[in-house]
């Protein structure tokens, strides 16, 4: 009896939320139809129609980023705003442009309940988008301007993160059972609405950046012996799975370590997962995951672990130029001063190294000492 309450209860909560989705889908469905009525009334009209649209910011690269005055950089309020106008010569019209034959197709979308690819999108119009980066600005545009996900819009990505460990949940219909082969990698889901009834009995959750290191802690059994969840991006994180992470972080509540190479490049995905990235600064807010801890590896692995001289390389030009673009970014000043003296000290001291360096001290030594030492001893920053 008591489990079919509980059935009846979960049942019930379901349709709950499957109701609050067609919801918020028919009021963003109406709004768009609305906002297409007043453009075509006001072009018949003779006028020029304008639109205008939030900027946000949520972090800047300023030289001045450590100066006493702060700077207006913020994960949820607009920094400025453009307003574009249909009628007038310039991109600003042809961004509205664009706008609109985007938000026609979300429109077709959300009327049929169907979904499509940024791709997709782009090979309707390409002789007018001419690039994809065109038809992805305007998606970020929409969202701004409806205060919306792209997820709401029903444009989904192809997910390319991996997920092992211990945890179960259902993605719609399908049973996604990690917990019973913890070592198999199962592709992350795309929407993170479809999924339900998460269980887990893990510790903690591991970011790795590479597949290729993803795939060594497999094949060592890392999660037999230690209860954890890992996940990959395969390098920089798409947003299936960054909103995977910051919805696991937000039902399981478990602390979260990244691992990463001692490189510039490496960094700069770290920061991704706990600071978000400009391109989607409007939704970085319900992407990051501020309380991240990065693991490793740092600089001074190098010599803590005696790696051999073969293992170090010497920054590029452009990675020098990465690196000190990213040290002036407000964030580090402002919220992570100890990730900013890492990368100081790796500029300072110009070499890099990657993650399966330490392969050089036994082939399973990242997943038997390196990381498990680690976590145990509090050794992150």
């Known amino acids: 009896m008591a489990g079919r309450e509980k059935r009846r209860r979960v049942a019930a909560l379901d349709g709950e939320e499957r109701r609050r989705r067609q919801e918020e889908a028919a009021t963003l469905l109406h709004r768009i139809r609305g906002l297409v009525r007043w453009v075509v009334a006001e072009v018949a009209a003779g006028r020029s129609p304008t639109v205008a649209l939030h900027r946000y910011q949520n972090y800047c690269s300023s030289a001045s980023a450590a100066a006493a005055s702060p700077c207006a950089c913020s994960y949820d309020v607009p920094v400025g705003t453009d307003v574009l106008s249909l009628l007038h010569r310039g991109s600003h019209a042809s961004r509205l442009n664009v706008l609109l034959r985007v938000l026609l197709v979300v429109q077709q979308l959300l009327q049929q309940n169907k979904h499509c690819s940024k791709r997709d999108i782009y090979y309707m119009y390409p002789s007018i988008f001419q690039e994809q980066a065109v038809v992805d600005r305007a998606i970020n545009d929409i969202c701004v301007l409806f205060k919306c996900s792209r997820h709401n819009l029903n444009v989904v990505p192809v997910a390319k993160g991996l997920v092992m460990g211990w945890i179960r949940f259902l993605e719609g219909e399908k049973e996604v059972y990690c917990i019973t082969n913890v070592n198999a990698a199962f ?9 339900k009834d998460v269980v887990s009995v893990a510790d903690y959750i591991l970011i790795v950046e590479k597949e290729t290191v993803f795939q060594r802690l497999a094949n060592d059994k890392f999660c037999e012996r230690n209860r954890c969840i890992v996940i990959t991006g395969r390098g920089y994180p798409d947003i299936p799975t960054r909103r995977f992470l910051r919805y696991l972080v937000e039902q399981l509540h478990l602390p979260v370590y990244c691992l990463v190479d001692a490189d510039p490049y490496g960094f700069d995905i770290l920061a991704t997962y706990k600071f978000g990235s400009l391109q989607l ?14 693991l490793g590896v740092f600089t001074s692995d190098f010599e803590d672990y005696r790696l051999p001289d073969c293992c170090l390389l010497h920054l590029s030009s452009e990675d020098r130029r ?23 000290a790796m500029l300072q001291k110009g070499v890099k190294f990657e993650i399966e360096a330490l392969s050089a001290c036994s082939i399973s030594f990242l997943s038997e000492e390196y990381i498990p030492k680690k976590i145990k001893q509090g050794r992150h920053i």
């Open 322 to 344: 990465k690196a000190e673009g990213i040290l002036s970014r407000c964030y580090l000043h402002r919220e992570a001063p100890q990730w900013r003296l890492e990368l100081e």
């Open 281 to 294: 600064a409007y939704d970085a807010n319900f992407l990051r995951v501020p309380d991240i801890r990065w």
């Open 187 to 195: 592709s992350i889901p795309v929407s993170i609405e479809a999924i």
